[in-house]
């Protein structure tokens, strides 16, 4: 049997197709801050025997609320040295670029709780630049003294 979920802000979602293609669908409400609870319900609710399960796919609406609602931890970001402030330049995002008044939205994550770390990989996937743990370490102090939440890691 192959399910799938999506917490979204109200309802976690589920949809099955077991092996004879049968289609079946539920909901339970979503379960905030215990998200996971709300996709084991919904489970539990649709009557899915969980040893079926031969695929499990997930997805949530959860991070994209969060984000245009400017909701949710107090989040840095570490990133690959000389690459601090790709986000919030977003060249390949330019909505209106004749308009000589526009304003660029405000950064997620902003400068201060932005770190770089020597690291670099290239597109083969081999090491160019071995990873500096102790400036992630130092990173990581920075970010406990800020009062961090959450850390997103970046590195080309």
């Known amino acids: 049997m192959r399910v799938a979920t999506d917490i979204g802000g109200t309802f976690t979602d589920l949809v099955y197709v077991d092996e004879n293609?049968?289609?079946?669908?539920?909901?339970?409400?979503?379960?905030?801050?215990?998200?996971?609870?709300?996709?084991?319900?919904?489970?539990k609710k649709s009557g899915v025997d969980q040893s079926s399960i031969s695929m499990f796919i997930h997805g949530t609406t959860v991070i994209i609320n969060a984000l245009t609602e400017?909701?949710?931890?107090?989040?840095?970001?570490?990133?690959?040295?000389?690459?601090?402030?790709?986000?919030?330049?977003?060249?390949?995002?330019?909505?209106?670029?004749?308009?000589?008044?526009?304003?660029?939205p405000t950064p997620f994550v902003e400068r201060y709780l932005r770190r770089e770390v020597n690291e670099r990989v290239n597109y083969k996937g081999e090491v160019l630049r071995e990873l500096s743990t102790d400036e992630v370490k130092e990173c990581i102090e920075h970010f406990k003294n800020e009062g961090v939440e959450a850390i997103a890691v970046s590195f080309l």
């Not at 293609?21 to 919904?42: M, Q, R, Y």
């Not at 840095?76 to 004749?98: M, Q, S």
């Open 70 to 104: 400017r909701k949710g931890a107090k989040t840095a970001l570490i990133t690959t040295k000389g690459f601090r402030d790709v986000l919030e330049i977003a060249r390949g995002n330019r909505p209106d670029l004749f308009n000589v008044n526009y304003e660029k």
């Open 21 to 43: 293609g049968t289609i079946g669908i539920d909901k339970s409400s979503t379960t905030p801050p215990n998200f996971e609870k709300g996709v084991l319900d919904v489970i």
